[in-house]
């Protein structure tokens, strides 16, 4: 049995346990958080990026292109540096387009292209469906651990103003028990006219491409020429 901490997100392998009513207007949080969860569910990721919301959607795409073309710039020095041990980028949240353009041949095979050009040929939406359906590759989720089939129970939400709101739930399995019994996790909501859209956190979507991109390092001791 797999034991984790509260702060576990297991919402791309779960399967809702409130049932998918009236998405099409997502009047409500829930309606949204639902919709999502039943999208990711069934592998429908362009259905799922369409009920995230399209800043959050942008916002992926200029920090995970961010975090490659950082990866390409410091690549010479990286390589100058094995067996240092970890080495890392940073990135300040600002995509540049020159260093975009430089890079853009860099080979990357991420998402079914193969250069960092080609990466960013893609619409926001594009990228963020393709990042969606690769987290579940083994590399991206810690291959081998097998949690079972998942359930979501959405507790209840709490409405900071009337354009942001917090979904509350919880995702159980057999094969899994929590440190806290009683534990949450929280998906951010926001409202765009009369619809709502979900907004995951930052970490649990847009860093998959340069996770991938650095355990294939790890497994072929360097990046593809």
Do not use: C
Not at 58 to 63: L, M, P
Not at 141 to 159: E, K, M, N, P, S
């Amino acid at each position: 049995m797999f034991r984790l901490g509260a702060l576990a997100f297991l919402g791309f392998l779960a399967t809702p346990l409130v049932p998918e009513t009236e998405l099409a207007a997502q009047s409500r949080p829930t309606d949204a958080a639902t919709a999502f969860f039943n999208a990711i569910t069934a592998s429908d990721w362009r259905r799922a990026t369409r009920l995230v919301d399209p800043d959050a959607v942008a916002e992926a795409r200029t920090i995970e292109l961010g975090m490659l073309a950082s990866w390409a710039e410091r690549r010479p020095d990286l390589e100058r540096r094995e067996g240092e041990g970890m080495q890392g980028i940073s990135f300040d949240g600002e995509l540049d387009p020159r260093l975009l353009e430089k890079h853009r041949d860099f080979v990357v095979d991420l998402y079914g292209v193969r250069t960092l050009g080609e990466l960013a040929g893609l619409s926001p939406e594009e990228l963020f469906a393709r990042s969606l359906e690769a987290s579940a590759h083994p590399s991206v989720r810690d291959d081998g651990t097998d949690f079972g089939a998942l359930t979501y129970r959405i507790i209840g939400t709490v409405q900071e103003t009337d354009a942001v709101a917090h979904v509350l739930y919880r995702a159980t399995s057999p094969n899994i028990s929590y440190d806290d019994p009683w534990h949450v996790t929280v998906l951010r909501a926001v409202r765009r006219g009369d619809q709502w859209f979900i907004r995951p956190d930052r970490e649990l979507v847009i860093f998959t491409g340069t996770s991938l991109l650095f355990q294939r390092m790890l497994d072929e001791q360097g990046p593809p020429e």
